[in-house]
């Protein structure tokens, strides 16, 4: 692949993080829902991995989302041991909402969902 085909790439990537970005923003701001804050922006804060982590590596990577579920989860079962509070960062909402305060099996379920969706999109389309 040459070096024009891995910058338009490059880009796409970068569009469709930054867009991912706000939406989970507007999503942990003004969703309050039993669906569309926990389990669908549980499954796209995965995919806005996968797009960051695309625009440092623009050819496929067979193994990414499956690295990107190992992060994810680990970041869960950190929640667990209130992270947060180890850090003494629970008095700021970004770093609340960023790393998450609360543990929940469903959110790991919700996790290797989105990474079956990037394995199944990237096996089928090269995305």
């Not at 790439?9 to 469709?16: H, S, V």
């Not at 996968?50 to 990414?64: D, E, N, S, T, V």
């Not at 909402?93 to 290797?112: A, Q």
Request: hydrophobic residues 55%; positive net charge.
């Amino acid at each position: 692949m040459n070096l024009r085909i891995h910058k338009k790439k490059r880009i796409g990537y970068a569009i469709a993080f930054l867009i991912l970005f706000i939406m989970e923003t507007l999503i942990a701001l003004y969703v309050h829902d039993a669906i569309i804050r926990p389990y669908i922006g549980d499954m796209l804060v995965v995919i806005l991995i996968y797009c960051f982590a695309r625009i440092i590596i623009p050819i496929g990577y067979k193994w990414l989302p499956f690295y990107i579920f190992l992060f994810a989860a680990g970041i869960e079962c950190l929640q667990y041991f209130h992270l947060v509070q180890l850090l003494g960062l629970q008095e700021y909402t970004f770093w609340r909402i960023v790393i998450g305060s609360t543990f929940d099996l469903k959110d790991i379920m919700c996790y290797g969902a989105g990474c079956i969706l990037l394995s199944l999109c990237s096996h089928y389309w090269d995305i």
